[in-house]
């Protein structure tokens, strides 16, 4: 299993990124994926996830309405677009499947930092 993320930088606050996840080694149609994402010296939390089809999404109260997930089956692919973005989002982003992580297939993550 491989996933592997892009997109992060550094933006202003009130700006918008797309984050990229590359899935491989696993039957990605399959399964249900998620973005979480890691602040310094705070627990990794569940930001997104996305049924294996795309028909059902679910956001964490601090991000609805500002970030959308979507998948892309036949490019084995997950982004997240994020508008709106303030520096409590500054955070490092992984990609894994859902419900069930791959637990020792963690990616290097994309470090986003919202700043002026």
């Known amino acids: 299993v491989q996933l592997v993320e892009s997109g992060g930088g550094l933006v202003q606050p009130g700006g918008s990124l797309r984050l990229s996840c590359a899935a491989s080694g696993f039957l990605f149609s399959r399964y249900g994926m998620s973005w979480y994402r890691q602040a310094p010296g705070k627990e990794r939390e569940l930001v997104a996830t996305?049924?294996?089809?795309?028909?059902?999404?679910n956001y964490a109260d601090s991000v609805k309405g500002r970030f959308t997930i979507s998948r892309d089956n036949a490019k084995k692919t997950v982004h997240l677009q994020m508008n709106s973005l303030k520096p409590e989002d500054t955070a490092v982003y992984y990609c894994?499947?859902?419900?069930?992580?791959?637990?020792?297939?963690w990616g290097q993550g994309t470090q986003v930092t919202v700043s002026s």
């Open positions: 996305i049924s294996s089809v795309g028909g059902n999404t």
């Open positions: 894994n499947r859902f419900p069930e992580v791959f637990r020792t297939s």
